[in-house]
């Protein structure tokens, strides 16, 4: 995948993530998709079904990201290794625990966060644990 693949791929995983539900208005205030962003959006009354989008949209994002590296002869970034019948309630749930346990992480970009969540579980790794 190169150039305009990537590019279109790209733009297809923050589709994924519900990117096109942020206010242009309100971007600014968004600071770059924190932790403590989505800590806040997740806790209150709209926040599971934007949580877990922008989860699966990372999780893709990781899995494009890690395939296309692997294409390019790189083996050194560790593999993604979901369990099959996880779902993306679950994975967010682990996301929230993470960040109520270690609150100190919140300031984070939430996409580390979900990586850290993701490694912390075996889920990714080199080889995977899980």
Request: proline share 4%; glycine share 10%; aromatic share 10%.
């Amino acid at each position: 995948m190169k150039g305009a693949g990537m590019f279109l791929a790209v733009l297809l995983a923050v589709e994924a993530a519900g990117g096109s539900a942020i206010n242009p208005a309100q971007a600014q205030d968004w600071h770059l998709n924190s932790g403590n962003h989505f800590y806040e959006l997740c806790r209150s009354d709209a926040g599971s079904a934007p949580c877990e989008h922008y989860v699966t949209g990372v999780v893709d994002m990781l899995y494009l990201a890690l395939d296309y590296e692997l294409s390019q002869g790189r083996t050194d970034l560790g593999q993604l290794c979901l369990p099959e019948d996880i779902t993306v309630t679950q994975v967010t749930d682990a996301v929230m625990a993470h960040m109520e346990s270690f609150p100190d992480d919140r300031h984070w970009r939430f996409i580390q966060v979900v990586v850290q969540v993701l490694t912390a579980a075996g889920w990714y790794g080199n080889p995977c644990d899980g």
